[in-house]
C-alpha cells in the first residue's frame, strides 16, 4: 500500500511551454493503443508494446519541462518495518490511452483539419472534458510543428485520471484522461555484456533503406552485420520478390562500427516499420544486437538547441517454424 505525504498535493506536476516536443516524442511509439506510464523524480518513461516481441519506450526528461514537481508515493509503514523508506519513495506507475493524449496535445491544431493521428483506436477511449476542437493534421505539418501555448500536466496519485491543462491566448481547455491499472510487464532484455553488432549512423539513412525495400511488399527483414564486406546489410522478402540495402564500412556513413564477427538475424518487416517515424525525426541512430537476437534501436533526437531526447525500440528476432529453415544464413 502506497500513498503520498500529503493528500491534498498531487503526486506529480509539470508544465511545458512546448507541447509539440511532446506530442513529436510520443507519436514514435503510437503503435499501439495503450501506453505504460512511468514517473519519478527525473522525468516520465512512456512504454509500448507489441505482442511482446516490440517494444518502444519515449523518455520525457525534466528539463523538457519548465517546471517539474514529483512527491514520491511513501509506503504505508507496518509493524516489521524497522528501517525508513528510502527518501526517493516510490514511483507513480499507471496505464493511458495513448492516442488519447495524443489527440489532446494537439488541441491547439486549427479546427479545419480532420484526419486523426490513430487508426488503432478509433473510439479515444478514456477521454473526457473538452476535447473537440478538430483532428489533427497530417505528420509534419506546420501547423502542428508551431503549436503554441502551455501545457500542465498533473495526476493526484494511483487510480486518479491523468488531468491536462492547456493554455492559449487566455482560452484554458481542460481534459482528464482515466487512467488504468497497468498490466505486470517486462522489459525485452538487452544482454550489455554480450553485445555482437554495435553501428552508430544518420537516422535518416536507416529510414531511406527502410523506405526503399518497402517496394517488394515485404514480410521480413533480415540484417546482415560483419567485419568483412558486405559490412552492413538489409535485405527484405516477400510476395513481389527481395532487394538488398548494403552500407560500407566508410566511416561517413557508420560513425561507429562494432561487428567482432558475422551475425543474421532476420525480423517481422512491419515491426520495423513501426518505428519509422522516430527514423524520420532522429539525428542518428543507434543500432545494437546481443547473442540471443534482440534489437535495439535507439534514436537520439533534437528537441532542442543543444538538447536530446532518446526514443528506444527493441526486437525480438524473427524464429522461423519447422520446416520454413533459416533465411539469410
Known amino acids: 500500500m502506497t500513498s503520498s505525504n500529503d493528500p491534498s498535493t498531487p503526486v506529480f506536476n509539470a508544465v511545458s511551454s512546448s507541447t509539440r516536443q511532446l506530442f513529436q516524442l510520443l507519436r514514435c511509439i503510437n503503435f499501439a493503443p495503450r501506453a505504460h506510464v512511468h514517473i519519478n523524480k527525473i522525468g516520465l518513461r512512456f512504454t509500448v508494446e507489441e505482442s511482446r516481441v516490440m517494444q518502444g519506450q519515449a523518455f520525457l526528461d525534466k528539463s523538457l519541462f519548465t517546471s517539474y514537481t514529483f512527491n514520491p508515493l511513501v509506503a504505508e ?17 499507471l496505464e493511458i490511452s495513448l492516442s488519447s493524449l495524443l489527440e489532446t496535445l494537439q488541441i491547439f491544431v486549427s479546427n479545419d483539419l480532420k484526419d ?23 505528420a509534419f505539418d506546420n501547423r502542428v510543428l508551431d503549436m503554441a501555448g502551455l501545457c500542465r500536466l498533473s495526476c493526484a496519485g494511483v487510480g486518479e485520471p491523468l488531468c491536462i491543462v492547456l493554455e492559449e491566448t487566455g482560452v484554458t481547455t481542460t481534459c482528464e484522461l482515466v487512467t ?22 544518420k537516422a535518416r539513412w536507416l529510414h531511406d533503406a527502410i523506405t526503399e525495400l518497402s517496394s517488394t511488399s515485404p514480410t521480413r527483414l533480415t540484417i546482415v552485420a560483419s567485419p568483412v564486406a558486405p559490412y552492413f546489410a ?3 522478402s516477400g510476395p513481389l520478390g527481395s532487394a538488398t540495402v548494403e ?3 566508410d566511416p561517413q556513413l557508420l560513425e561507429t562500427f562494432y561487428v567482432p564477427r558475422r551475425v543474421v538475424n532476420t525480423y517481422k518487416y512491419s515491426l520495423i516499420k513501426g518505428a519509422s517515424r522516430a527514423m524520420e525525426m532522429a539525428n542518428k541512430v543507434s543500432i545494437r544486437g546481443d547473442d540471443q537476437g534482440v ?6 533526437i533534437e528537441v532542442d538547441d543543444d538538447r536530446f531526447s532518446f526514443v528506444d525500440f527493441r526486437f525480438v528476432a524473427y524464429i522461423p517454424e519447422e520446416g520454413e529453415g533459416d533465411e539469410g544464413e
Not at 295 to 300: A, E, H, M
Open 247 to 249: 552500407f560500407s564500412k
Open 234 to 236: 538489409l535485405s527484405s
Open 77 to 93: 509503514p507496518s509493524e516489521d518495518d524497522a528501517e525508513p523508506e528510502e527518501e526517493d519513495g516510490e514511483p507513480l506507475v
Open 295 to 300: 534489437l535495439s534501436l535507439q534514436f537520439i
Open 116 to 138: 486523426r493521428w490513430s487508426s488503432r483506436d478509433p473510439t479515444y477511449g478514456g477521454v473526457t472534458g473538452s476535447v473537440a476542437r478538430g483532428g489533427p493534421a497530417a
Open 180 to 201: 488504468y491499472e497497468p498490466e505486470p510487464r517486462a522489459d525485452i532484455p538487452l544482454q550489455t555484456d554480450a553485445i555482437s553488432q554495435k553501428i552508430i549512423m
